[in-house]
T-cell receptor, first 114, second 114 residues
């Protein structure tokens, strides 16, 4: 158990819908990262927050947004869902935001868009 | 920019045999390198990391990796494979300051033959 929790574990929805994925980092960790894992794209970085502020963006679609709240939990919002958004979404957290930090991964949310 | 290449998407070894999973990196800054393992339906777990200290890094579950700058490699090894080592293994490189994302390789699925 990494100490990072993600809810829900599974999510099945229809095209065009909007969903919210939630992540609680390890106690004391200030950084939260979101990654998407799919068969065709592999593991891709989406976005990073550090202590409530957006720090870096990766291959995140405009239909996706995220935020980190004062209690440091984070939410990833996916809207106007398409079939291709079906994937495993991971949240990871680290103590600070240095290159050497270990990122601890949650169990993931499996999103299926029908 | 940083990238990693994992040679061999599938590797099979007999139980008790040497495990060798290959990773080569490209980095515009001194690299920080990571190996993660993913068991079915689980998140990623850190095996070990290189952060510019000792070039031979020991990790969990008997794994180790050697950083070789001249070869731009960070191959993962284990002297004797166990059935429980069957999983997918990912090599990753950390980003630059201000964007500490992990860039992952495409993964190597390790199968252990009894």
């Amino acid at each position: 158990d990494s100490g990072v929790t993600q809810t829900p574990k599974h999510l099945i929805t229809a095209t065009g819908q909007r969903v919210t994925l939630r992540c609680s980092p390890r106690s004391g960790d200030l950084s939260v990262y979101w990654y998407q894992q799919s068969l065709d794209q592999g593991l891709q970085f989406l976005i990073q927050y550090y202590n409530g502020e957006e720090r870096a963006k990766g291959n995140i679609l405009e239909r996706f947004s995220a935020q980190q709240f004062p209690d440091l939990h984070s939410e990833l919002n996916l809207s106007s869902l398409e079939l291709g958004d079906s994937a495993l979404y991971f949240c990871a957290s680290s103590e600070q935001s240095t290159r050497a930090d270990t990122q601890y991964f949650g169990p993931g949310t499996r999103l299926t868009v029908l | 920019a940083q990238s990693v290449t994992q040679l061999g998407s599938h590797v099979s070894v007999s139980e008790g045999a040497l495990v060798l999973l290959r990773c080569n990196y490209s980095s515009s800054v001194p690299p920080y390198l990571f190996w993660y393992v993913q068991y079915p339906n689980q998140g990623l777990q850190l095996l070990l990391k290189y952060t510019s200290a000792a070039t031979l890094v020991k990790g969990i579950n008997g794994f180790e990796a050697e950083f070789k700058k001249s070869e731009t490699s960070f191959h993962l090894t284990k002297p004797s494979a166990h059935m429980s080592d069957a999983a997918e293994y990912f090599c990753a490189v950390s980003g630059s300051v201000g964007n500490e994302k992990l860039t992952f390789g495409t993964g190597t699925r390790l199968t252990i033959i009894p």
